[in-house]
């Protein structure tokens, strides 16, 4: 009886285990089937890694952007690090803070984390997740396996490759991307809907948030970056402007005549489906040639002899002219004032301006006489002593905390905008703090003695090697060794100089950046854009929109020592300098490829001397005290702390950085005002001894007078039509003076005055 009562208990307790049993099988074959992405055997799972996985998909989700839990304070009491660049502090701020309550293993649907990602409870960021996805899938089980936070044993992301290659698209086609990950362990993954993408030139090519590229009603150059983690990768398409593009065209110039430069330029102009402007007349070039090189207008005899000369040579006659000319020294002088930051504001202007015009004659000479490129780089990095032995010094009065030195050398000399690597990893580049701190290291020994002239400006600074000195990284603490940005580590002792280091390393011919940067700039000063644009922002995810054609550049201008002025040369003896600002039906909407000449305003120094000239009256500059000698150009002031309305109007930088978009150039009502009622005009339009007064007061006709005034103004002859109105009007009115003051004002007033074109 007990062997029968044992048995039929035994019994009821299997059927009782296999049902809970059935149960079980029942719920989670259920809970597969409501999310069929998320695996019903837990062993079939991927591990999730916080760092590889749950911080990407943070990014993605914008989570960690600026405008949300990124920023500085973060959101509603909870904050990450931006853009997911430091995974310790993220985990602390997911798994611990506040108890740890926003997330839950024991039922990971319930964690905080997700019932706000999915709205279940109030999110000010909004919806960002649904329950049935596989971003939901990858927090749920992150959180159901632990939510282990970032391990050294974690596999790491190496890097990140995009497929397909680089292409040619037609308008209004499609391209889907796929992005694979490449880890430490040796494995890799699909993370095409992991990652996040974005366009330079959306209107030529744009990219959603899966990767799937559509190109627009219009040709050009774009790229793509794409980010998983730390790393990026970038895809660069081009757009033909016109189906002809894939044909043979008519129109471009016989490749036996043009140049290396040229030759790659019009291997581009052929794939976009382009052809160049025609080549300009003589007039337009002198104009502009002069305007680019010297700064100045050329006088009437200077363009009527020009006009006059025959010979096939006559365009680089002239530009070695203008080379050897002192107006070349001081307008490109005025040039590296600005990114040399040779600022007279910030101390007391008095004692101040000696030092600003010493580093400005020194910067003046050293380009009068073609100084070699990393021969005038190198003085100033490694400038020692007082700014009377040394005017290369001074730059390091202007520049003197490690901010300064970190972002003022990299984007002048490197061409790299890495402010953003002082905080956090660079969003659009490879840089991290840890690069910018070691490129502060390099001059943690730059020192500083000898006091102050009157306690406010540091006219007798020293500057001096010290014995030691150290830079951190803020965030972990890390003793940094100085090392360039993409550079080797620096072995130096006590009794070297880490900045002749930094010198030696930058002037290389193999060196990345330098001498692309130098090319880089010229050529955006010369034709209004750089081949990578904005012309000190060289970063991988904004790749220049010609490479072989910068490479090219940077090649020869080593080749050649660094040589500014064989630099110049090339660059407007090109064919592509010679082409005129007037599009024609395949190039009128480029503006990335030099097809045609890109019209540039001239700068407020240029406009305010270029009046000067037409009007024979020059500008009086306060000194503070006294005035600068008559006859002083405005592109030859020391420093922009001369006091003076119309330059600040017209764009006149401040010299706070060394970015050349402090420099302005954009129409504003402003200068409209200024051209209408600036004194400083009026005071010259009626000088008793100015051009106006000449003209009125000659003996010549109409006619003559207005043949004058136009190559005077405009470095052009007259049309006839324009010589007819003009002379119709002269004869109109009464007073002489006052008709020959509002021809020659209406023409300063034009754009072709104003522009280079």
């Given amino acids: 009886m007990l062997r029968s009562k044992i048995t039929s208990i035994r019994g009821r307790y299997q059927l009782s285990w296999m049902i809970v049993c059935l149960m079980l099988f029942i719920q989670v074959d259920l809970q597969a089937a409501e999310n069929p992405?998320?695996?019903?055997?837990?062993?079939?799972?991927?591990?999730?890694?916080?760092?590889?996985?749950?911080?990407?998909l943070l990014t993605r989700l914008n989570c960690n952007s600026g405008g949300c839990h990124g920023k500085s304070t973060g959101q509603n009491g909870f904050k990450i690090s931006l853009l997911g660049f430091d995974p310790a502090m993220d985990y602390s701020a997911i798994a611990l803070e506040t108890r740890g309550r926003r997330i839950f293993p024991g039922d990971?649907?319930?964690?905080?984390?997700?019932?706000?990602?999915?709205?279940?409870?109030?999110?000010?960021?909004?919806?960002?997740?649904?329950?049935?996805?596989?971003?939901?899938?990858?927090?749920?089980?992150?959180?159901?396996?632990?939510?282990?936070?970032?391990?050294?044993?974690?596999?790491?992301?190496?890097?990140?490759?995009?497929?397909?290659?680089?292409?040619?698209?037609?308008?209004?086609?499609?391209?889907?991307?796929?992005?694979?990950?490449?880890?430490?362990?040796?494995?890799?993954?699909?993370?095409?809907?992991?990652s996040i993408y974005e366009s330079n030139y959306p209107e030529i090519g744009k990219v959603d948030q899966e990767g799937l590229i559509t190109t627009q009603s219009r040709g050009g150059v774009f790229a793509v970056m794409a980010r998983f983690g730390e790393k990026i990768a970038v895809f660069q398409g081009v757009v033909p402007y016109h189906s002809e593009g894939q044909k043979k065209l008519a129109g471009y110039p016989s490749e036996g005549k043009l140049s290396k430069i040229d030759q790659h330029l019009v291997a581009q102009w052929k794939k976009l489906g382009i052809l160049?402007?025609?080549?300009?007349?003589?007039?337009?070039?002198?104009?502009?040639?002069?305007?680019?090189?010297?700064?100045?207008?050329?006088?009437?005899?200077e363009v009527r002899q020009y006009l006059a000369d025959s010979r096939a040579d006559k365009r680089e006659r002239l530009i070695d002219r203008l080379l050897e000319r002192p107006e070349y020294a001081s307008f490109f002088a005025l040039k590296w004032a600005d990114i040399?930051?040779?600022?007279?504001?910030?101390?007391?202007?008095r004692n101040q301006r000696a030092g600003t015009m010493l580093f400005s004659a020194w910067i003046r000479d050293s380009l009068a006489s073609n100084k070699p490129f990393d021969r005038f780089v190198t003085e100033i990095l490694t400038a020692s002593g007082s700014q009377a032995q040394n005017p290369p010094a001074i730059w390091y009065r202007s520049v003197r905390s490690t901010p300064d030195y970190v972002e003022s050398v990299a984007q002048a000399?490197?061409?790299?905008?890495?402010?953003?690597?002082?905080?956090?990893?660079?969003?659009?580049?490879?840089?991290?703090?840890?690069?910018?701190?070691?490129?502060?290291?390099?001059?943690?020994?730059?020192g500083r003695k000898g006091g102050f002239a009157d306690a406010e400006v540091p006219t007798n600074e020293v500057i001096y090697l010290k014995d030691e000195g150290e830079v951190h990284n803020p965030r972990s603490g890390e003793l940094m060794q100085p090392r360039p940005l993409g550079g080797p580590d620096f072995e130096v002792s006590r009794f070297d100089d880490p900045r002749r280091n930094l010198a030696q390393w930058m002037t290389s011919p193999e060196n990345p950046f330098f001498a692309r940067t130098m090319v880089n700039r010229m050529w955006g000063h010369f034709f209004g854009r750089g081949i990578i644009h904005p012309i000190d922002d060289a970063r991988s995810t904004n790749p220049p929109t010609n490479p072989v054609l910068l490479d090219e550049l940077a090649y020869d201008f080593a080749a050649n020592g660094y040589d500014v002025k064989q630099l110049i040369r090339e660059i407007t003896n090109s064919y592509a300098y010679r082409l005129s600002a007037n599009p024609n039906k395949t190039n009128a909407e480029d503006s990335q490829c030099f097809a045609r000449y890109y019209p540039k305003r001239l700068s407020a120094e240029v406009l305010l001397d270029g009046i000067?000239?037409?009007?024979?009256?020059?500008?009086?500059?306060?000194?503070?005290?006294?005035?600068?000698?008559?006859?002083?150009?405005?592109?030859?002031?020391?420093?922009?702390?001369?006091?003076?309305?119309?330059?600040?109007v017209f764009g006149r930088p401040a010299r706070t950085s060394a970015c050349e978009c402090e420099r302005t150039v954009?129409?504003?009502?402003?200068?409209?005002?200024?051209?209408?009622?600036?004194?400083?005009?009026?005071?010259?339009?009626?000088?008793?001894?100015?051009?106006?007064?000449?003209?009125?007061?000659?003996?010549?006709?109409?006619?003559d007078n207005v043949r004058e005034i136009f190559v005077r103004t405009l470095s052009r002859p007259p049309r006839t039509s324009e010589v007819e109105t003009a002379v119709k009007y002269l004869n109109s009115e009464k007073n002489r003076h006052e008709a020959y003051r509002s021809l020659v004002w209406a023409l300063l007033a034009t754009n072709e005055f104003m522009m280079n074109h």
């Fill in 37 to 56: 992405l998320r695996p019903a055997d837990d062993s079939a799972k991927r591990k999730v890694y916080f760092t590889t996985d749950v911080v990407p």
């Fill in 340 to 349: 040399l930051q040779n600022r007279g504001t910030g101390y007391g202007t």
């Fill in 413 to 446: 000399f490197l061409g790299v905008r890495v402010q953003c690597a002082q905080c956090h990893h660079h969003p659009a580049e490879r840089w991290s703090q840890d690069d910018y701190y070691s490129f502060a290291a390099i001059f943690s020994r730059v």
């Fill in 108 to 194: 990971p649907d319930r964690s905080l984390l997700l019932l706000k990602a999915t709205g279940l409870v109030p999110h000010g960021g909004g919806r960002l997740l649904e329950p049935d996805t596989a971003d939901y899938a990858l927090l749920h089980d992150w959180i159901e396996q632990g939510a282990a936070g970032p391990h050294p044993d974690d596999p790491e992301i190496i890097k990140i490759d995009l497929s397909p290659g680089n292409r040619v698209f037609q308008q209004n086609s499609s391209l889907n991307l796929q992005v694979t990950a490449h880890f430490s362990n040796g494995t890799q993954r699909d993370v095409t809907h992991q």
């Fill in 612 to 648: 000067s000239q037409v009007l024979d009256v020059p500008t009086v500059f306060p000194g503070g005290p006294g005035q600068f000698p008559e006859g002083t150009r405005a592109v030859n002031l020391p420093d922009e702390n001369v006091r003076f309305n119309f330059l600040d």
């Fill in 666 to 703: 954009d129409p504003a009502l402003s200068q409209a005002l200024e051209l209408v009622n600036s004194k400083e005009i009026q005071r010259k339009l009626t000088d008793k001894n100015g051009y106006i007064e000449q003209l009125a007061s000659n003996q010549k006709t109409h006619s």
């Fill in 276 to 301: 160049p402007s025609k080549p300009v007349d003589d007039a337009t070039f002198i104009r502009r040639v002069t305007l680019d090189i010297c700064g100045t207008l050329p006088t009437v005899d």
